[in-house]
């Protein structure tokens, strides 16, 4: 079995603080993806520092293949020591899968991990032992497709305390029973972390009391997705990129008008244009039989893109979701990247529009390929694998 992670997290500051103080870090290996969520002392700039120190040190260290009680001996030892408590502090909690299925958790003193399997809650028999004095919980197990794990802060527990819940805030039990609920429909790690972040924003009547973040990963098979744009330089290629484009496996999208007329043409299929006239500032989509999708270029790529980069930034909550749901050729190409896709394979073809050959509008190459390049930096900052031929 070879299973891969789709990840995502949402924050919500402490009330009135500027800086979070809590921090993730998703690591792409060869080998596995690592979810690190890492939570300092306190609140604003110095637990700001503290997460991010923790977090970083604990990537940086697993990633060159360190034990866990060599990262957690160097954060003892690395950071600042509390004045009063006379500790260095901030608690974590990592997520390793690995492609071949396997997988390690490790906790401190973070809320249990909440894993979903098969529709239930899933209590994971942990070990306990003792490194410089800080207890951790292990786990190793083996992953199944559409299993659901949830990290998190302590301010996720605490949610509601002393407003609409009483004393003991939203419990881990009532969090994880919401969760569940969550995931009867199938979410993407992002959709499922925004949901569980707005329940507790809701719980903390939009003041959190506390840091509170939610990580989630959930693990899913490889989804390869396929983009053809822009005629190749040379004609006689036509067939060449066609076939290379066809015989790859995985979703297939075809962005561009001279692009679909030459798939089409290869393919011996028609072009039918779908008239939407609900959003005049996407160009229409049209159908070719055995492509998925099929969109104008430059102006829905560029409109794509801009979807893209709002969810990199970490700008995606529910309005952000109805408009990825949106029925255009933008909306659903960003969809199909974010949510379907695991390995990206672009097909570019690098000859000028002859439409804008003889214009002022002579952009048409350098503007594609610009917005490839943004594509490739931006899909690879979301942690997929990107490949690209020219032609």
Not at 1 to 15: E, Q
Not at 81 to 108: D, P
Not at 210 to 234: L, Y
Not at 275 to 288: E, G, K, L, T
């Amino acid at each position: 079995m070879s299973v891969s992670i789709d990840v995502a997290w949402k924050s919500l500051n402490k009330h009135r603080e500027e800086l979070c103080g809590d921090k993730v870090e998703i690591i792409k290996r060869e080998d596995s993806d690592i979810v690190i969520l890492a939570d300092g002392m306190g609140s604003g700039v110095k637990a700001n520092i503290l997460a991010t120190l923790t977090s970083k040190i604990l990537g940086t260290m697993l990633c060159e293949g360190a034990k866990i009680e060599s990262c957690v001996e160097t954060i003892a030892k690395t950071l600042p020591v509390c004045k009063v408590r006379k500790v260095a502090y901030a608690t974590f909690s990592i997520l390793q899968i690995f492609h071949n299925g396997s997988a390690y958790l490790a906790e401190f003193d973070n809320p249990s991990c909440v894993f979903i399997r098969d529709g239930k809650i899933v209590r994971y028999p942990w070990e306990m032992r003792e490194i410089e004095g800080k207890k951790i919980h292990e786990y190793r197990f083996t992953v199944k497709k559409n299993d659901c794990f949830v990290l998190m802060s302590d301010g996720v527990i605490y949610a509601g305390a002393g407003s609409i819940l009483d004393l003991q805030g939203w419990t881990w039990d009532a969090m994880a029973d919401y969760t569940l609920k969550c995931t009867k429909q199938t979410l993407s790690a992002s959709r499922l972390a925004v949901m569980l972040s707005q329940a507790c924003d809701e719980l903390y009547e939009e003041k959190p009391g506390d840091d509170t973040t939610v990580a989630v990963a959930r693990v899913i098979e490889r989804r390869v997705v396929n983009i053809f744009t822009g005629p190749p330089k040379s004609k006689e290629d036509d067939g060449i990129l066609m076939h290379d484009f066809m015989h790859t496996e995985g979703k297939k999208v075809v962005a561009g008008g001279t692009s679909a007329n030459i798939a089409a043409r290869i393919l011996g299929k028609e072009i039918v244009t779908k008239v939407d006239s609900r959003n005049p500032d996407v160009p229409p989509m049209a159908v070719i039989d055995g492509i998925d999708l099929v969109t104008e270029g430059v102006l829905t790529l560029g409109k794509s893109l801009k979807l893209l980069k709002k969810y990199v930034r970490d700008e995606f909550d529910a309005d952000f979701f109805d408009e990825l749901d949106a029925d255009n050729g933008a909306s659903r190409l960003a969809k199909l990247l974010i949510e379907e896709c695991t390995e990206l394979n672009l097909f570019v073809g690098t000859a000028v529009n002859d439409a804008h050959r003889e214009s002022e509008l002579n952009f048409d190459l350098s503007m594609r390929q610009n917005l490839v390049e943004q594509l490739i930096r931006t899909m690879e900052e979301m942690g997929k694998t990107v490949r690209v031929k020219y032609y």
